[in-house]
């Protein structure tokens, strides 16, 4: 079976393989100039001394040379990437059986259907997870001298680095299996598992994620005129702590500046948190999958 | 058919274990039966044919003969031992080839016999590479190359390698052009002849499974309407031309089909050539049927009510049948 399973898979994993080489290349280059840009301002030691206070000109061009092509621009493009590698490998997974008639040719053989789909989903599922461990080792390492500025929790970071990328891919992939058995249709499942996935994701991203703890609340004085940093992702926030995810900044009646904030420490707590829902809607859709599948007494096609 | 696969079918009908049975086995979609109290017995060395119109529930039926589909109602037995679906020794026992033979297309030959290899308990290279060479089919290429009809090859090849006592085919040439059903035809049988195994072979199409088949089953309506030993029932039945005036009561046997023309009627009718000598007349003339006069003179009759007949084609009045299905 695991042959089998290779084999029907290899195109996918030349696929995936490549996706993460023209990844790395693309890493390497924009990285090295970033990494060379951030020696050469001097930024490593204004951090250590000062969290960036103490050098805004430096961190603003640094910011100016980089921020569109490193934050803004790479994350609105991959947003959507861990649906889309989940779904194209999911939903042909049963789909295209289905859709082809070859599960006739596969679930006629000695091996129990049942038992195919265990030992598809292990192999699959294990790839899936190299995968997505492999690029999010390329980009944590790519976007390193980005995130000593602005910490991991902007979601430009913490989307892909850690568990979640690899957790939403799953979970992408586990709907698509599932849609692939009920529609039987290759395409369609593609289409009816991404929708869902990405409002799960956006929902997750913006309204669950600043609440999977309950924010800090940091209390300045300033008896000589507040003078608060505004701006959410700014270096260093208003916590003065690097990293620190600065949820809402207000000014108390002229002498108090409220922020509201997830300290820095908490970012494995959350990759847990985050992963662990996507995992857990990965195994309920795949459990739903093997279910159906073992229930559900046969087609005549 | 050759007088040691006649032998054969002697031994299923007189009471060897049978390669198949189904007893009153019936499958149900929702609310609608696909197919219900279908009581067959294919005895063990025979190539039987499955006949019916298509919504017959041919597939529906074998696909619960070979583990694929969970029956309702009623059990299959295959060499004796009862059948669940989708286990390993249920799919052990039975090779299938499925309409329109479904390969992976991306997949060589090569790869397809591996694939063999891996999902089944036994599987024989040697017969398969010898197979497909001798067809000329070469296992480097990919399946979306090669032809319908050596696609059709590549599947036989495989269910035949699989070494399953019991071969399933459903419709296995309804998507061929007429050239390629006939070569089909001709090497399965020429693999039937070579092996030891029984084969149950599904079709609409009547006039290819002519020749090769030595046990019909007729099904329709989700019913068996005729099933038994090919050249018995062929033997069992004729066609009277008589006049128009003759009743059904005057005629022999049970008729099965009525045609009247202006003066005189064709009628089939089911019955013992002895009684047909006895109560023959003067005017009658009697001609032995076609297979397929057969076949489409009972695919015509209505189906016997369900629920009170657990068998219905085992009530016939036909001794080669009788004989079989009780």
Known sequence: ?301 | MTETARQVIRQGADGGVPALRTDRLGRRYGKVWGLRNCTIEVPAGAVAALVGPNGAGKTTLLQMIIGLLEPTEGQVKVFGQASRANTTQTLARVGYVAQDHPLYRDFTVADMFRLGRAMNLSWDQQLAAARVAELGIPLGRKVRHLSGGQQAQVSLTMALAKKAPLLVLDEPVSSLDPVARLEFMRDLMAAAADSALTFLIASHVVAELERFCDWLIVLSGGHVQLAGPADDLLGDHRLLTVPRATADSELPGTVIERTDSDRHSTVLVCTDPVQLAVQGHAGWQADPVSFEQLVMAYLQRPAPTIGGDPAPAAQRPWPGAKAVTR
């Open chain 1, 1 to 301: 079976m695991i042959w089998v399973s290779w084999r029907q898979h290899r195109s996918q994993a030349i696929a995936g393989l490549s996706l993460l080489a023209a990844l790395a290349v693309f890493a390497i280059l924009v990285s090295t100039s970033m990494r060379s840009a951030f020696s050469h301002d001097g930024l490593a030691a204004c951090l250590a001394r000062s969290e960036g206070i103490s050098c805004p000109a430096a961190i603003t061009g640094f910011m100016n040379s980089f921020d569109s092509v490193v934050n803004i621009s790479f994350w609105g493009v991959l947003f959507v990437v861990p649906g889309l590698i989940g779904v194209i490998v999911g939903a042909p997974l049963l789909g295209r059986e289905l859709e082809l008639g070859t599960w006739r040719l596969a679930w006629s053989q000695t091996v129990p259907r049942t038992r195919w789909l265990a030992a598809q989903l292990a192999l699959v599922t294990a790839g899936l997870v190299l995968l997505g461990a492999a690029i999010t080792a390329v980009i944590t390492w790519y976007r390193e001298p980005m995130d000593r500025l602005t910490g991991h929790f902007i979601n430009r970071a913490y989307d892909f680095e850690g568990l979640v990328l690899t957790a939403s891919i799953l979970c992408a992939f586990g709907f698509a299996v599932l849609a692939g058995l009920l529609l039987r249709r290759t395409v369609a499942a593609m289409v009816a598992a991404f929708g869902p996935w990405l409002v799960i994701r956006l929902v997750v991203e913006f309204t669950l994620r600043p609440r999977f703890q309950a924010p800090l609340t940091l209390r300045q004085s300033c008896p000589h005129g507040c003078n608060a940093t505004m701006g959410l992702d700014a270096v260093p926030p208003q916590t003065g702590h690097i990293g620190d995810w600065v949820l809402g900044v207000s000014i108390n009646a002229g002498k108090q500046v409220v922020t509201t904030y997830q300290p820095a420490s908490r970012f494995w707590d959350f990759q847990f948190i985050e992963a662990g829902i996507f995992v857990a809607l990965t195994a309920a859709a795949l459990g739903a999958t093997i279910w159906l599948l073992h229930r559900r007494a046969g087609w005549t096609a």
